[in-house]
């Protein structure tokens, strides 16, 4: 099984600010790796997929790079909105699996 | 436009098998592109992966709940269902349903759309 780790476990910014936040892959997935949101109450909404591809309707504010192993979700300048839990998943080989998650604080 | 609405009994008591139904609506299950699966998560905590079956039948389940899935389809009222059995209350989480593409290119390949999930409590 293919573990992601992300980091930092919480992130707690300022609207207007940048953010980076990090998935770190056991071993090689590829560029088989999604983003998603999840804000409360709410179901998981995809962002980023194959690392760096938005999804449809999703602000140019969010950006994915990494390759491999690594792998980044950038946050231009936060909006209020965005305030929320953020979640990485590979489909690179069975089972599927997704980090534990990075949530996004107001500070 | 694709719309997934999970179903199916909140309280289960410890033991028991817990049964969900998803119902697709804007598409078809038979569809040969996409997988239909079940994803979890327990109150406070990250997503599990659960299963997925294809149009043909074929399964794949997470290697923890293995033992305990059924993931299966029912054409003739565009749903599929999800059974667990021997729950406890670790098996306590909102469960959504997804679909996923099985072939091609782009966002269709990752978990869109997702149903609203239902939280199924394990409790006597």
């Known amino acids: 099984e293919i573990v992601l780790t992300q980091s930092p476990p919480t992130l707690s910014l300022s609207p207007g600010e940048g953010a980076t936040l990090s998935c770190r892959a056991s071993?090689?997935?590829?560029?088989?790796l999604a983003w998603y949101q999840q804000k409360p109450g709410q179901a998981p909404r995809l962002l980023i997929y194959?690392?760096?591809d938005r999804a449809t309707d999703v602000p140019a504010r969010f950006s994915g790079s990494g390759s491999g192993t690594d792998f980044s979700l950038t946050i231009s300048s936060l909006e209020p909105e965005d305030f929320a839990v953020y979640y990485c998943?590979?489909?690179?080989?069975?089972?599927?699996?997704f980090g534990q998650g990075t949530r996004l604080d107001i500070k | 436009q694709l719309q997934l609405q999970e179903s199916g009994p909140r309280l289960v008591k410890p033991s028991e098998t817990l049964s969900l139904t998803c119902t697709v609506s804007?598409?078809?299950?038979?569809?040969?592109?996409?997988?239909w699966g079940w994803i979890r998560q327990p109150p406070g905590k990250g997503l599990e992966w659960i299963g997925n079956?294809?149009?043909?039948?074929?399964?794949n389940y997470n290697p923890l709940l293995k033992s305990r899935v059924t993931i299966s389809l029912e054409t003739s009222k565009n749903q599929f269902s999800l059974n667990l059995r021997s729950v406890t209350a670790a098996d306590t989480a909102v469960y959504y349903c997804?679909?996923?593409?099985?072939?091609?290119?782009?966002?269709?390949?990752?978990?869109?759309?997702w149903g609203q999930g239902t939280l199924v409590t394990v409790s006597s």
């Open positions: 997804v679909r996923r593409g099985y072939s091609g290119l782009g966002e269709d390949r990752w978990f869109v759309p």
């Open positions: 998943q590979q489909r690179r080989s069975w089972p599927i699996t």
């Open positions: 071993q090689s997935v590829d560029r088989l």
């Open positions: 079956v294809y149009y043909t039948g074929i399964t």
């Open positions: 194959d690392a760096s």
């Open positions: 804007g598409g078809s299950i038979s569809s040969s592109s996409y997988y």
